[in-house]
């Protein structure tokens, strides 16, 4: 199972306009970070917040920069950056699994059982909110509700709700749910205040009425028409008068039952307090977390003076990454290939020529992706593996569910300029004192769009261009505010843009259903609710039916949504093996390499940071902020 809104990329952070270093004077409750060193006790548990001073002791964490409004509510549009650090889920998902029959971290959950049709969560009994008061079953599920208010699709394999007791809390599934969809769903819902978030949500019958909306929506085989039944149902309109008033809900104190209590947050920064309350109180060393906005050059800055501790959002060049790990630095930089994250061009089928296939094809052969790889960071350290072959889907799954035979029979597009001529000359282009020209008579020439403040992806946009321009196309690269990109990109304003295109996690085919399958809009591609007439006013603009080997004749959003919901792990190789050969024939995007989580810290007042091997560690998603799953694994410890 999967939810309609998409899971926002984590390293699109490097595209938010940032602040410099030296306005984080103004942050309340902290200071302008600079390097101490401190003989602080390394036990979590006699680590006195109320007695520390944040500016010696608080661990300094370096993130994007954020909106000038922020709300302490997840489901807010500006949410309170790293609320994890409060507002815990059941168990933590990270991009890499867990040594161990259990993928997943617990947190708020002790332990959960998987049955055929049904998930059970057995919550710590010693868990409870920052107020004092216990956390029960009965927060649970008005956070599960609270989800369902949000329009998470989980809902839609859900039969009932029920609580046994204090502490256990049973999911019933419809029979077609894989369960471990839904569980991996059901873990990444934030867990809030039932005393907060209960009087948001009617007071009864909620349940049936989110299992009725999904029931009307036909999450298995919806059409515009069930879409539009759902949003008119009687259930459809309690949830559009819900859904806005959980959004613009802003409690004056973010109660949490996390590690940390919010002590301050403004534009500047945001400070969070150990509370001695959590659970594993005993294991959380940093008295407190300071979180400063920064970009790609103060970060650097920071990193190596030992101003910070931590940056997890931005990708440093190649001779930066070096510096960082030379012998005798205090910093540290992390690489973790990503096993979902792929860099690709997307390409707009509303902007001539590129709805031809053959131009499509011809870039693929143009662009060398080894070696752009190596330039766009500036050295030989290759950070973002390229992709050995675009079939949309990462090298890392690629592996798992795609054979050594399979993976030879894709065209893997080798760097060729001789087979690109010949592609574009079969389809009618011409070329003429070194220039191209379309079959229309006019000269080959279109933008690259970029998100400015992204450094590798700039990078990338000027080196295509520069491939491009010495086979005779005219090509520019435009940096867009990164504010308004997304949603310029989606809306198909851009002919030739970049993006991260695969988020999907749980089934491969969620990668796949990320990029083509979205249920609603916006979308990249044509909805499961268009009509059948006019334009897609989405980013790509393939189908919206297509003939997909071993599959035949489908609707691409629906059948991938079918696959993603219903599909069991035995068939995920079938499906992964179908779509992936789609991709490679058709070139709806043109995926460059594989991303990765790029990671730097300093040990000037913070040691004992977790390998780099222990990669699950390194690639939380969901469910506790990453330095909090550091501590509870018995890392990271004040000198």
């Known amino acids: 199972m999967w939810t309609v809104h998409r899971p926002r990329p984590r390293l699109l952070a490097a595209a938010v306009t940032s602040l410099m270093l030296i306005a984080l004077a103004a942050c309340s409750g902290g200071s302008t970070p600079t390097s101490h060193s401190s003989s602080h006790t390394n036990s979590g548990a006699n680590v006195n917040a109320a007695s520390s001073n944040p500016s010696s002791t608080a661990f300094r964490w370096g993130t994007r920069a954020w909106a000038s409004s922020i709300a302490n509510n997840p489901y807010a549009p500006n949410p309170t950056p790293e609320y994890n650090l409060s507002l815990l889920s059941l ?174 947050a403004n534009v500047s920064g945001i400070l969070y307090q150990k509370w001695n309350g959590f659970f594993d109180a005993a294991k959380i060393t940093a008295p407190y977390v300071q979180i400063y906005p920064m970009n790609t050059v103060t970060e650097f800055g920071a990193l190596s003076s030992g101003s910070i501790e931590l940056e997890t959002d931005n990708q440093f060049t190649d001779p930066q990454a070096v510096k960082l790990n030379a012998q005798g630095s205090n910093a540290h930089y992390v690489f973790i290939p990503s096993p979902v ?10 902007h001539y020529p590129f709805n031809l296939l053959a131009v499509r094809q011809a870039l693929a052969y143009l662009i060398n992706r080894d070696d752009l790889v190596k330039r766009d960071m500036g050295g030989t350290l290759v950070q973002n593996p390229a992709a050995a072959t675009p079939d949309g889907i990462n090298d890392f799954l690629a592996k798992q569910y795609l054979t050594p035979a399979q993976f030879a029979k894709l065209n893997h ?16 282009f011409t ?35 520069g491939y491009l321009k010495a086979f005779g196309m005219d090509v520019k690269v435009e940096d867009v505010d990164p504010g308004t990109y997304p949603t310029k990109q989606e809306a198909g304003d851009f002919a030739v843009s970049q993006w991260w295109m695969d988020w999907g996690q749980g089934p491969p085919m969620a990668d796949f259903a990320a990029t083509f399958g979205l249920p609603a809009t916006p979308s990249w591609n044509y909805p499961i609710a268009y009509s059948g007439s006019g334009p897609c006013n989405c980013g790509i603009g393939i189908g919206p039916d297509a003939n997909v080997p071993g599959l035949g004749h489908v609707n691409i959003a629906s059948e991938l949504n079918r696959e993603v919901n219903e599909a069991t792990p035995n068939t995920w190789a079938k499906y992964t093996w179908a779509w992936a050969q789609w991709v490679n024939q058709n070139l709806p995007i043109l995926p460059l390499y594989n991303n990765a989580f790029h990671e730097s810290y300093s040990t000037v007042r913070y040691t004992d940071f977790p390998p780099d091997s222990a990669k699950w560690l390194w690639t939380g998603l969901t469910g506790a902020a990453q330095p909090v799953e550091w501590m509870q694994a018995g890392y990271l410890k004040l000198k």
């Not at 008033?245 to 209590?261: D, R």
């Not at 020439?445 to 261009?465: C, H, K, Q, V």
């Open 341 to 350: 994250q792929q860099v690709s061009l997307v390409f707009s089928f509303d």
């Open 91 to 264: 168990g933590v998902v990270s991009d890499w699994n867990r040594p161990g029959k259990n993928p997943y971290f617990p947190e708020l959950a002790q332990s959960w059982d998987v049955g055929k049709h049904a998930i059970t969560f057995h919550l710590r009994p010693d868990a409870k909110w920052q107020d004092g008061t216990p956390l029960t079953s009965k927060d649970v599920i008005t956070s599960f509700r609270a989800a369902g208010a949000d329009y998470n699709s989980v809902w839609a394999a859900i039969t009932s709700v029920s609580a046994p007791d204090q502490h256990t809390v049973t999911v019933n599934l419809q029979p077609w749910e894989v369960p471990q969809n839904a569980l991996l769903h059901l873990l990444q819902i934030v867990i809030v205040p039932n005393s907060q978030y209960a009087s948001l949500l009617p007071s009864s019958n909620f349940d049936q009425t989110l299992i009725n909306y999904w029931k009307t929506y036909k999450i298995l085989q919806p059409t515009a028409a069930s879409i539009a039944a759902a949003g008119n149902s009687p259930a459809g309109k309690v949830l559009a008068k819900v859904s806005p008033q959980l959004v613009k809900f802003n409690p004056k104190t973010m109660l949490g039952a996390g590690p940390y209590t919010l002590k301050s």
């Open 431 to 465: 070329l003429r004192n070194g220039k191209w020209y379309t079959p229309k008579g006019q000269p080959f020439s279109f933008t690259i769009s970029e998100a400015a403040g992204i450094p590798y992806f700039d990078e990338d946009g000027l080196i295509i261009a």
């Open 413 to 428: 597009y080798p760097h060729d300029t001789a087979k690109a001529t010949s592609l574009l000359k079969g389809a009618g």
